[in-house]
Protein backbone atom coordinates (compact mmCIF):
# COMPACT_ATOMS: atom_id res chain seq x y z
CA UNK A 1 0.00 0.00 0.00
CA UNK A 2 1.58 3.67 -0.93
CA UNK A 3 -0.12 5.19 1.68
CA UNK A 4 0.79 9.16 0.76
CA UNK A 5 -0.30 8.01 -2.60
CA UNK A 6 -3.67 7.02 -1.15
CA UNK A 7 -4.27 10.11 1.22
CA UNK A 8 -4.12 11.88 -1.78
CA UNK A 9 -6.93 9.78 -3.52
CA UNK A 10 -8.82 10.74 -1.20
CA UNK A 11 -8.24 14.76 -1.07
CA UNK A 12 -8.70 14.21 -4.78
CA UNK A 13 -12.03 12.82 -4.88
CA UNK A 14 -13.67 13.83 -1.16
CA UNK A 15 -11.95 16.97 -0.67
CA UNK A 16 -10.14 16.78 3.05
CA UNK A 17 -8.82 13.46 4.87
CA UNK A 18 -9.75 12.38 8.43
CA UNK A 19 -6.57 10.91 10.68
CA UNK A 20 -7.33 9.58 14.26
CA UNK A 21 -5.03 9.35 16.61
CA UNK A 22 -4.28 6.69 18.64
CA UNK A 23 -1.68 6.89 21.74
CA UNK A 24 -0.27 3.47 22.78
CA UNK A 25 0.23 4.29 26.16
CA UNK A 26 -3.69 5.62 26.44
CA UNK A 27 -4.65 2.35 26.95
CA UNK A 28 -3.97 -1.10 26.09
CA UNK A 29 -3.51 -2.74 22.44
CA UNK A 30 -6.91 -4.52 22.89
CA UNK A 31 -8.50 -1.13 23.74
CA UNK A 32 -6.72 0.88 21.04
CA UNK A 33 -7.52 -1.90 18.32
CA UNK A 34 -10.99 -1.33 19.72
CA UNK A 35 -10.80 2.33 19.16
CA UNK A 36 -9.46 2.13 15.63
CA UNK A 37 -12.29 -0.06 14.50
CA UNK A 38 -15.08 2.12 16.13
CA UNK A 39 -13.28 5.38 13.70
CA UNK A 40 -13.07 3.51 11.08
CA UNK A 41 -16.43 2.55 11.24
CA UNK A 42 -17.21 6.75 11.58
CA UNK A 43 -15.33 7.36 8.37
CA UNK A 44 -11.60 8.02 9.69
CA UNK A 45 -9.04 7.24 6.94
CA UNK A 46 -6.21 6.14 8.45
CA UNK A 47 -5.04 5.73 11.55
CA UNK A 48 -1.92 7.55 13.13
CA UNK A 49 -0.06 5.52 16.18
CA UNK A 50 2.19 7.62 18.50
CA UNK A 51 2.81 9.89 21.26
CA UNK A 52 5.15 12.52 22.92
CA UNK A 53 5.82 9.63 25.75
CA UNK A 54 5.80 6.10 26.50
CA UNK A 55 5.05 4.86 23.06
CA UNK A 56 7.77 2.89 21.87
CA UNK A 57 9.31 -0.43 22.61
CA UNK A 58 6.68 -4.18 22.91
CA UNK A 59 3.61 -1.53 23.78
CA UNK A 60 4.03 0.21 20.43
CA UNK A 61 4.29 -2.99 18.23
CA UNK A 62 1.86 -4.48 19.98
CA UNK A 63 -0.60 -1.78 19.47
CA UNK A 64 0.31 -1.69 15.98
CA UNK A 65 -0.38 -5.16 15.41
CA UNK A 66 -3.98 -5.53 17.18
CA UNK A 67 -5.13 -2.36 15.39
CA UNK A 68 -3.56 -4.09 11.88
CA UNK A 69 -6.03 -7.07 13.04
CA UNK A 70 -8.64 -5.10 12.99
CA UNK A 71 -8.64 -2.36 10.18
CA UNK A 72 -7.55 -1.88 6.64
CA UNK A 73 -7.11 1.52 6.26
CA UNK A 74 -3.32 2.35 6.92
CA UNK A 75 -1.82 2.82 9.92
CA UNK A 76 0.95 5.89 10.06
CA UNK A 77 3.43 5.68 12.74
CA UNK A 78 3.80 9.35 14.76
CA UNK A 79 7.31 9.12 16.50
CA UNK A 80 7.57 11.23 19.52
CA UNK A 81 11.77 9.99 18.55
CA UNK A 82 13.17 7.42 16.95
CA UNK A 83 11.76 4.73 19.97
CA UNK A 84 8.51 5.44 18.14
CA UNK A 85 9.34 3.23 15.30
CA UNK A 86 7.36 -0.28 14.64
CA UNK A 87 8.85 -2.06 11.97
CA UNK A 88 4.61 -3.49 11.87
CA UNK A 89 3.04 -0.39 10.48
CA UNK A 90 2.74 0.55 6.88
CA UNK A 91 4.23 4.19 7.23
CA UNK A 92 5.61 6.44 9.42
CA UNK A 93 5.32 10.83 9.50
CA UNK A 94 9.18 11.10 8.73
CA UNK A 95 9.26 14.60 10.32
CA UNK A 96 11.37 17.01 11.89
CA UNK A 97 10.37 19.41 14.90
CA UNK A 98 11.58 22.64 13.00
CA UNK A 99 10.99 24.88 15.22
CA UNK A 100 12.91 22.67 18.50
CA UNK A 101 15.93 23.97 20.56
CA UNK A 102 16.80 20.54 20.89
CA UNK A 103 18.75 19.22 17.61
CA UNK A 104 17.76 15.79 18.82
CA UNK A 105 14.16 16.57 17.11
CA UNK A 106 15.46 18.93 13.89
CA UNK A 107 17.70 15.90 13.09
CA UNK A 108 19.35 13.75 15.71
CA UNK A 109 16.34 11.04 15.89
CA UNK A 110 15.62 11.26 12.47
CA UNK A 111 19.22 9.68 11.72
CA UNK A 112 18.73 7.15 14.51
CA UNK A 113 15.46 6.33 13.26
CA UNK A 114 16.44 6.38 9.17
CA UNK A 115 18.51 2.59 9.61
CA UNK A 116 15.20 0.93 11.01
CA UNK A 117 12.41 2.77 7.96
CA UNK A 118 15.05 1.48 5.32
CA UNK A 119 15.29 -2.04 6.68
CA UNK A 120 11.99 -2.24 7.34
CA UNK A 121 10.69 -0.93 4.46
CA UNK A 122 7.66 0.97 5.46
CA UNK A 123 6.96 4.12 3.38
CA UNK A 124 8.42 7.51 4.90
CA UNK A 125 6.32 10.60 4.44
CA UNK A 126 8.40 13.64 4.85
CA UNK A 127 6.99 16.18 7.17
CA UNK A 128 7.88 19.94 8.69
CA UNK A 129 6.53 19.84 12.21
CA UNK A 130 5.59 22.84 14.06
CA UNK A 131 4.39 23.47 17.24
CA UNK A 132 2.11 26.38 18.02
CA UNK A 133 1.13 28.07 21.68
CA UNK A 134 -0.13 25.94 24.00
CA UNK A 135 2.09 23.21 22.79
CA UNK A 136 0.90 20.75 25.31
CA UNK A 137 3.23 17.97 26.46
CA UNK A 138 5.04 17.70 23.26
CA UNK A 139 5.82 21.53 22.93
CA UNK A 140 7.47 20.74 26.65
CA UNK A 141 8.80 17.41 25.61
CA UNK A 142 10.37 18.72 22.24
CA UNK A 143 11.45 21.97 23.88
CA UNK A 144 9.78 23.90 20.96
CA UNK A 145 9.99 27.87 20.44
CA UNK A 146 6.05 27.75 20.57
CA UNK A 147 4.60 29.29 17.52
CA UNK A 148 2.76 32.53 18.64
CA UNK A 149 -1.38 31.82 18.44
CA UNK A 150 -1.39 35.57 16.92
CA UNK A 151 1.77 35.69 14.50
CA UNK A 152 0.39 33.76 10.84
CA UNK A 153 3.21 34.78 9.39
CA UNK A 154 5.77 32.72 11.49
CA UNK A 155 4.11 29.52 11.16
CA UNK A 156 4.25 30.35 7.21
CA UNK A 157 8.00 31.22 7.12
CA UNK A 158 8.66 27.86 9.10
CA UNK A 159 6.22 26.03 6.54
CA UNK A 160 8.01 27.50 3.52
CA UNK A 161 11.15 26.56 4.98
CA UNK A 162 10.37 23.18 5.41
CA UNK A 163 8.72 23.18 1.91
CA UNK A 164 11.96 24.42 0.70
CA UNK A 165 13.67 21.71 1.74
CA UNK A 166 11.30 18.87 0.38
CA UNK A 167 9.07 18.00 3.11
CA UNK A 168 5.80 17.17 1.30
CA UNK A 169 3.32 17.88 4.96
CA UNK A 170 3.44 20.56 7.04
CA UNK A 171 1.66 19.63 10.73
CA UNK A 172 0.54 22.49 12.49
CA UNK A 173 0.00 21.14 16.27
CA UNK A 174 -1.49 22.65 19.07
CA UNK A 175 -0.74 20.15 21.69
CA UNK A 176 -3.05 17.22 22.29
CA UNK A 177 -6.13 18.67 24.82
CA UNK A 178 -5.56 22.11 23.67
CA UNK A 179 -7.89 24.38 24.53
CA UNK A 180 -8.99 25.62 21.16
CA UNK A 181 -7.90 24.67 17.55
CA UNK A 182 -5.20 26.78 15.75
CA UNK A 183 -6.87 29.80 14.40
CA UNK A 184 -8.46 29.81 10.41
CA UNK A 185 -5.80 32.60 9.99
CA UNK A 186 -2.73 30.70 10.88
CA UNK A 187 -4.19 27.67 8.95
CA UNK A 188 -4.57 29.92 5.76
CA UNK A 189 -1.66 31.89 5.80
CA UNK A 190 0.57 28.06 5.45
CA UNK A 191 -1.33 26.64 3.15
CA UNK A 192 -1.17 29.87 0.74
CA UNK A 193 2.67 29.45 0.60
CA UNK A 194 2.51 25.58 0.47
CA UNK A 195 0.06 25.40 -2.30
CA UNK A 196 -0.15 21.93 -3.37
CA UNK A 197 1.89 20.50 -0.37
CA UNK A 198 -0.51 19.06 1.94
CA UNK A 199 -0.97 20.85 5.24
CA UNK A 200 -2.53 18.60 8.65
CA UNK A 201 -3.81 20.40 11.92
CA UNK A 202 -4.49 18.66 15.11
CA UNK A 203 -4.86 19.93 18.51
CA UNK A 204 -8.04 21.12 19.94
CA UNK A 205 -10.34 19.81 17.20
CA UNK A 206 -13.06 18.29 19.82
CA UNK A 207 -16.62 19.39 17.08
CA UNK A 208 -18.05 19.11 14.08
CA UNK A 209 -17.94 23.30 13.99
CA UNK A 210 -14.13 23.39 14.85
CA UNK A 211 -13.21 20.77 12.42
CA UNK A 212 -15.26 22.66 9.56
CA UNK A 213 -13.54 25.78 10.37
CA UNK A 214 -10.24 24.42 10.16
CA UNK A 215 -10.34 22.23 6.95
CA UNK A 216 -12.28 25.59 5.34
CA UNK A 217 -9.22 27.56 6.64
CA UNK A 218 -7.21 25.36 4.19
CA UNK A 219 -5.88 22.17 6.40
CA UNK A 220 -6.19 19.24 3.79
CA UNK A 221 -6.20 16.93 6.52
CA UNK A 222 -7.61 17.03 10.48
CA UNK A 223 -6.24 15.33 13.11
CA UNK A 224 -8.28 14.18 16.05
CA UNK A 225 -6.93 12.28 19.12
CA UNK A 226 -7.49 13.10 22.53
CA UNK A 227 -11.41 13.67 22.27
CA UNK A 228 -11.88 10.02 21.29
CA UNK A 229 -10.72 9.30 24.75
CA UNK A 230 -13.36 11.07 26.54
CA UNK A 231 -16.60 10.23 24.21
CA UNK A 232 -18.58 7.27 24.98
CA UNK A 233 -19.24 6.82 21.08
CA UNK A 234 -16.12 6.66 19.16
CA UNK A 235 -18.03 6.05 15.58
CA UNK A 236 -20.83 8.52 16.51
CA UNK A 237 -18.21 11.07 17.46
CA UNK A 238 -15.75 10.93 14.05
CA UNK A 239 -18.70 10.82 11.88
CA UNK A 240 -19.44 13.91 12.86
CA UNK A 241 -16.34 15.44 12.49
CA UNK A 242 -15.81 13.40 8.75
CA UNK A 243 -19.42 15.01 7.82
CA UNK A 244 -17.95 18.52 8.56
CA UNK A 245 -14.89 18.35 6.41
CA UNK A 246 -15.97 16.21 3.40
CA UNK A 247 -17.33 17.31 0.46
Known sequence: MQVEAHLQKIIDQEGKVHLTLIDPASQTPERAAEIALAAVKGGTDAIMIGGSTGASGTLLDETVIKIKEKVDVPTILFPGSSAGLSRYAD?????????????????????????????SQIEPI?????????????GWVGDAKLIPRKKPEIAAVYALAGKYLGMHYTYLEAGSGADKPINP??????????????????????????????????????????????????????AELVSAIKR
Open 91 to 119: AVFFMSLLNSRDLGYVITNQVLGAPLVYK
Open 126 to 138: SMAYLIVEPGGTV
Open 185 to 238: EMIGAVKQVLGENKLIVGGGIRDAEAAKLCASAGADMIVTGTVLEEVRDVTAKV
